[in-house]
């Protein structure tokens, strides 16, 4: 039952993105269900024509007429093949492909950033991606349609040839009924195998993708794992081919009996109708018809079992793509924003989905227009989330974050974060030019140079008199920055955007100490008038900041100025006193 809602959902993509080409490829496949009856009776009419004509009581102009029509009906069935073809693949594959990309690129865009932190869901994500590579909802669509065709025709056919003669009945279910029984059977234990089979085939196909991703290769080289990974990958994949195997093995037997049963069935149905025609019970024109047919029945039956047997795995497919859109989105805030005067946290708890750990503890502090934050602490002490709770992209648990006294939440985000500039952790490393790769934060500006090479120099990037339209990128046989080069750039764009507030997490790790502290005192320069919140687990810029947030397993275990708390000589003070020696 859920198999056909899933199908009809198929259908129901497949008609919005191309009905032009859905419309007449669903006219083909009514048209080639029907031929074969068409042609298996214009055979028996046109030889029952000719029949007469030859023992001079038939009209010649018939003869004509049902020859034309026959020709008609054969051509019509030929160039079938050829319309489906490119119906098919300009009409329904691409059209199909192009809307389901675009689907799950607006459903990611609504959903809520929180969604990406849980696996489950991110998971249903690359299966909803799978679903569109494996062409899985137009093949849907064409496999059902082709085997709709198929049950037509063959019922259709068998009707034609019961209606010339009853005695054809059990030859019908010689040729028929084994080879449907038979493929019934041998589909449900396939549908079965290949249920199985899904999820270790999905390991085999990610380990086999590791061989081709660079960062995976790089690691598993270093880390001397290439081995066993292969030898994961060969095991399972030899364990998916040898179930395989043994299915065909049992198959193929099945088939050949079903050879025999057809061989039998087509034989003995031509014995009987020549039989027939010799004592006259019936017209020549069957003889015809039933050479034809009875072999037409029999492909066709082959074909809609063959395709039967492919829907299962694509029915899987489109089932995460359903899945994935129907993941419950983000709910948006309403209320306008033009800025802040102050942000306030007031007790704030957070716990990632799928974990009972609270990532951040009762956390509340104030921030002022204009000031210089800086937030310090261990890794995983719950900086780089708390900035997150700050931007609204996660909801608090317990707690409220407010902009001048409004829920973050209720804020129109859209506005909120065309004032906000966020080199976060892993920021983007745009295969793209050196201009697009700044201006990406304001875009309207893309062709202001002056600017974009204005915002390089402030980061010390050497590389600011570059050709700002020069590739990034070796993939695209481009020039490739350092790590310490990306940050840069990544600053730089933050410095482009012009927001009223910065958030820079963790933006120069790469950088040795000294250049990081250097840097980011004239990034504060340049945006004094702005308010800056910055993650480090470095203390040499705190000097320089209104507020030093320290972070300890999700809690604020101190605030203040630096002064403040270095007289204080708590965990900030052994901070500093343990990492005063880069600086010296
Ligand atoms: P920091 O920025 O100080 O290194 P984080 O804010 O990244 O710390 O992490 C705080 C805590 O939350 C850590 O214990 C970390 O393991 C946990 N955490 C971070 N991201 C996730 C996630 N996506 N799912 C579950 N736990 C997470």
Redesign the pocket.
């Known amino acids: 039952m859920k198999s056909i809602k899933i199908i009809l959902k198929s259908y129901s993509t497949v008609f919005r993105a191309a009905k032009g080409s859905a419309v007449l490829s669903f006219v083909t496949y009514v048209l080639a269900g029907i031929l074969p009856f068409i042609i298996a009776a214009l055979t028996n009419d046109l030889l029952n024509a000719a029949s007469e004509y030859l023992s001079g009581t038939g009209n010649r102009w018939m003869i004509y007429e049902l020859a034309i029509k026959f020709l008609a009906a054969y051509l019509i069935s030929y160039s079938l093949l050829t319309v489906q073809s490119v119906i098919e693949n300009y009409g329904i594959y691409e059209k199909t492909l192009h809307v389901m990309k675009r689907m799950i690129g607006e459903k990611t865009a609504r959903l809520a950033l929180i969604d990406f ?1 849980n696996t489950d869901c991110y998971d249903l994500s690359k299966r909803a991606k799978n679903c569109v590579s494996s062409d899985a909802m137009p093949r849907l669509f064409l496999y059902s349609m082709r085997i709709g065709a198929n049950v037509v025709s063959v019922i259709s056919v068998s009707l034609l040839l019961i209606s010339y003669s009853y005695g054809f009945i059990p030859f019908i279910i010689l040729s028929i009924i084994p080879n449907l029984v038979s493929r019934i059977i041998r589909g449900n234990e396939f549908y079965q195998l290949k249920t199985c089979q899904v999820k270790d085939q999905r390991m085999a196909d990610y380990l086999w993708n590791l061989f081709s991703n660079s960062t995976a290769q790089k690691e598993m080289r270093s880390m001397g794992s290439c081995e066993y990974v292969t030898d994961k990958w060969k095991r399972l994949n030899f364990m998916v081919n040898r179930q395989l195997w043994a299915f065909y093995k049992q198959d193929s037997k099945s088939l050949f009996l079903c050879e025999l049963f057809n061989i039998a069935g087509y034989v003995s149905s031509i014995v009987f109708c020549f039989i027939s025609v010799m004592r006259g019970n019936l017209e020549i024109g069957v003889l015809g018809a039933c050479v034809i047919t009875v072999k037409n029945v029999q492909d066709s039956i082959v074909d809609m079992i063959y395709f039967a047997g492919e829907v299962p795995k694509y029915i899987k497919f489109a089932n995460d793509f359903f899945g994935f859109m129907s993941l419950k989105e983000e709910e948006k805030g309403t209320v306008p924003f033009d800025g802040f005067k102050s942000i306030e946290a007031d007790r704030v708890s957070f716990s ?4 009972n ?1 609270s ?1 951040i503890k009762d956390v509340s502090f104030k921030i002022r227009k204009g000031e210089t934050v800086v937030i310090v ?10 900035a997150k709770l700050i931007q609204g992209l996660y909801h608090t648990g317990n707690g409220t974050v407010k902009y001048d006294g409004i829920d973050v939440d209720d804020l129109d985000k859209y506005e909120l974060y065309r004032h906000i500039a966020v080199v976060p952790q892993n920021f983007g490393h745009y295969k793209l030019t050196l201009r697009e790769n700044v201006a990406i934060s304001d875009t309207d500006n893309i062709y202001n140079e002056k600017r974009i090479v204005e915002c390089l120099e402030r980061v010390d990037a050497e590389f600011a008199k570059n050709d700002l339209d020069e590739q990034i990128g070796r993939e695209f046989d481009g020039r490739e920055y350092s790590g310490g080069q990306w940050q840069r750039i990544a600053l730089a764009r933050s410095i482009f955007k012009d927001a009223d507030m910065v958030i820079l ?1 963790e933006p120069t790790s790469a950088l040795d100490p000294v250049a990081e502290a250097e840097i980011l005192k004239n990034f504060l320069e340049i945006s004094h008038e702005k308010t800056a919140i910055i ?1 480090s ?1 470095r203390v040499g810029l705190c000097k320089y900041a209104d507020q030093i947030l320290l ?1 300890k397993d ?1 809690s604020i275990a101190e605030s203040g100025r630096f002064e403040e708390l270095v007289e204080k000589k708590g965990g900030f003070y052994d901070l500093y006193k343990a990492q005063a020696k880069w600086y010296q």
């Open positions: 932190e990632y989905p799928n974990s750990r990532a602490g261990e890794n995983g002490s719950g900086k780089t989330t708390l997490d993650i687990h972070m999700g």
